[in-house]
């Protein structure tokens, strides 16, 4: 697969999106604040402003274009993208706690900077402050919005829904590494939560906003959800076989950290002695280079990578097709395929 | 003050939810499930059913007795009594990781159990399933529910707001264990968030559900919060004065662990020679006996425990004149006078 350039939208969305997830941020408490800003990447660690570089924004660019595919004007679609954004933080957020990772995108993780104490209210906050954004979305968009009790009301239940799976596929994946294997439908389930739930979410609450019918709502839901499962394929993929160059990681970095990702537990799905040997691998503490480049030969030769490959192809092609049942607005679709391009068509 | 009898509106209202706590409860997935069922006390650690003994239930008891005081029938208040509960048991978890605390009430705490991120995700479980039952009631209620989607979205706003106050709380005082001083207001500020925002929640979302007028909210809200500032003014002067027989603590238990509680606000307030000699006190890493006996009778002499017993003795008066203007049925009314004199009225 080739890599895309960024698409437009991404870029209109971060105009439109912006403005109003800085006002809703402005609201934290003095005390919570600071941390919440240095995560997001707009001051530095001792507080001095930065320019430019958030994340992609994603998940805010498929919130604001699933209420345009359905026919609504962008700005329906601005409290859903900040909700999600502040939720996906708050996952990022309470993950480096639970994960003891100490640098995220090559800055020091809010836990590692502020304290554990700090990081868990910091979390707890966004996830809070994406609700509230919701069934009050004045935070975000000022004192002139309007509110719809019974969209926002169906709009925060998607969001707590979504919440829920991502809060259960994070404690799945926290159980896998307490695990010698996994079976390929667990992992594809933990995938699903940890990862589909919220991009699920994302691409459908512009829709719910816009008072969009159920069937168009669910499709754009399976839109998410399905981009989200190959976005994670190739993800897994490329946490095996990706260029470090690209990556910035090093090369076999999940196999190194022993993850079990969907390459491997299809691997092991295969049985037999191959697969025998490769969970004796990753059971043990350290891996010498020989046995790192051993376990990758094995999730190969096993049938992992091709699987794996397969998976994101099929969940890519459930997505796009998903999405045909859910364009009221073609030039929106338009844009929706080109940004599920850009998430899933990654080098590797 | 004289220690109350339980009010027999405790045990009416937990016959009603806590059937429904664990219908919600029980939609959490199987790596979440455990650690919350052990926290609430229905499970011991090798996950045995334990019979009875969970909390007192008087976030239910409020949130219950607050739809029958505007003259619904007490089922309108069981989605907010479940809700109030959860998200209760979501800041009880994490702040037991952020505190470092082994133990509550005699039992190791779910993060010394079951590990910090397993306690992180429970939490973050809870504070969502509590955003999930009032926007989907049939949650807790089973599949025949009603949802008034209006209604709804307003109570899931205030658990929303309250959640945040309460975050901004934990925020607040964390920060104060890095400071030699508090002052007065800002240790009032911390504990309407921290303590008083979930109860002034509690005493209102059964009212909400009911469609209430908004000065009976407001009532309503105002008799929670200052019910919550009495309790913990209250709580303060025990951490302090308290029995140790009676509260399970060391004399002076909360000036051993140097924590900044109204009293001890209210005498730095004081200033002069012996605010110093307090400060210096609680500054140090280690206390010995005389000076822990020392830092109580400067906390005595320069007035903070008149002036935290005052406080709570006002605040009291403000909670319970808040209830007059917000009864439509006074027998729930008096149901909640007698609630409150049992939170507030313990012995020291």
């Known amino acids: 697969m080739a890599v895309s350039e960024s698409p437009a939208s991404l870029g209109r969305v971060r105009m439109l999106v912006e403005p109003a997830l800085r006002r809703a941020v402005s609201v934290l408490s003095d005390e919570i604040r600071p941390s919440v800003e240095y995560h997001l990447g707009w001051v530095d660690e001792t507080g001095a402003r930065l320019v430019g570089d958030g994340g992609k924004g994603i998940r805010p660019a498929l919130a604001v274009l699933s209420a345009e595919v359905v026919g609504a004007p962008a700005v329906i679609g601005v409290p859903g993208a900040v909700a999600v954004e502040l939720v996906h933080n708050f996952s990022l957020i309470h ?27 910091a979390g707890d906050a966004l996830l809070t402050l994406g609700q509230q954004v919701l069934l009050n979305p004045a935070i975000a968009l000022g004192p002139s919005a309007d509110v719809d009790l019974a969209a926002a009301s169906k709009a925060a239940r998607l969001l707590a829904d979504s919440t829920a799976a991502m809060n259960a596929g994070q404690a799945l994946d926290l159980q896998f590494e307490r695990r010698r294997s996994v079976s390929y439908e667990e992992c594809l389930t933990m995938e699903g939560g940890k990862t589909g739930a919220l991009l699920s979410c994302a691409a459908a609450i512009g829709a719910v906003f816009a008072g969009a019918d159920q069937s168009s709502v669910d499709a754009l839901s399976t839109f998410g959800l399905q981009l989200g ?10 946490g095996i076989w990706g260029d470090p160059d690209t990556t910035g990681k090093p090369t076999f970095a999940d196999l190194r950290q022993h993850k079990k990702t969907l390459p491997v537990s299809a691997a092991i799905a295969a049985g037999g002695p191959g697969a025998e040997e490769l969970m004796a691998l990753l059971a043990d503490e350290e891996l010498s280079e020989t046995q790192v480049a051993r376990a990758a030969e094995l999730v190969e030769s096993l049938g992992g990578r091709e699987r794996a490959t397969e998976e994101a192809r099929r969940s890519m092609e459930s997505a796009l097709r998903a999405l045909d049942d859910a364009s009221a607005n073609p030039e929106a679709a338009g844009e929706l395929r080109e940004l599920a391009h850009f998430i899933v068509d990654r080098q590797f």
């Not at 480096?96 to 209210?121: C, N, Q």
């Not at 499962?229 to 490329?238: G, N, P, S």
């Open 95 to 121: 993950d480096d706690v639970i994960d003891g990772d100490t640098e995220r995108r090559h800055r020091k993780t809010v836990w590692s900077l502020f304290g554990i104490g700090a990081a868990i209210v």
């Open 229 to 238: 499962l190959a976005f994670q394929a190739v993800d897994d993929l490329l």
